[in-house]
């Protein structure tokens, strides 16, 4: 018998810089949460004008749909994906 193969479902990762570049979202898969049913933990920071992440303002953990409808929501209200990711790794 053949196991089936088991895929995460696609969740949206990297960081978004807002239009005045004073904040940056991350948005990362929640490694704890089910494959089938992922959650998407976001962090908002504070960044310099150069869009790098200086502090922490708040942390969010959201289902997928939410994540996914917000990371939609900023990209066509002007915010933009950070080509470069600050850490490649991570997202």
Sequence with gaps: MV??????VPTPSG????PEKKLVLFFI???K?????????????YATPDGIPTK???TR??????????????LSNGW???EHQINDDAA
């Design 3 to 8: 196991d089936p193969v088991r895929r995460a």
């Design 15 to 18: 960081w978004l810089i807002n």
């Design 29 to 31: 898969r929640d490694p």
């Design 33 to 45: 949460s089910l494959m089938r049913m992922p959650k998407v933990i976001t962090q908002l920071w």
């Design 56 to 58: 922490v303002k708040n």
């Design 61 to 74: 953990t959201m289902e997928l749909e939410d994540a996914n409808e917000t990371w939609f929501e900023l």
């Design 80 to 82: 933009e994906l950070v």
